[in-house]
């Protein structure tokens, strides 16, 4: 029973620690406003890269910097 649970912990815990830091791709905030998409960008929780017609309508709607007022 110890050998099985010490050879499965290693491989559960070793790929789960390194992808939360990494930024894999720029939130669609950034995209359309052409910045570097940093760890703690405010925008990243509401506007994913996969939704940017999101951030384009409250773009419109807002502007850019106060979207990222009422954010922060």
């Known amino acids: 029973i110890n050998a099985s649970s010490s050879q499965s912990s290693p491989s559960f815990a070793a790929p789960q620690s390194p992808p939360p830091p990494v930024v894999l791709s720029p ?3 950034c995209k359309i406003l052409r910045r570097r998409c940093v760890e703690k960008c405010v925008l990243a929780p509401y506007f994913p890269p996969t939704e940017p ?9 807002f502007g850019a910097s106060n979207i990222i007022k009422f954010l922060q």
Do not use: T
Request: glycine content about 0%.
């Open 27 to 29: 939130c669609a905030a």
């Open 53 to 61: 017609q999101k951030f384009v309508i409250a773009h419109r709607v």
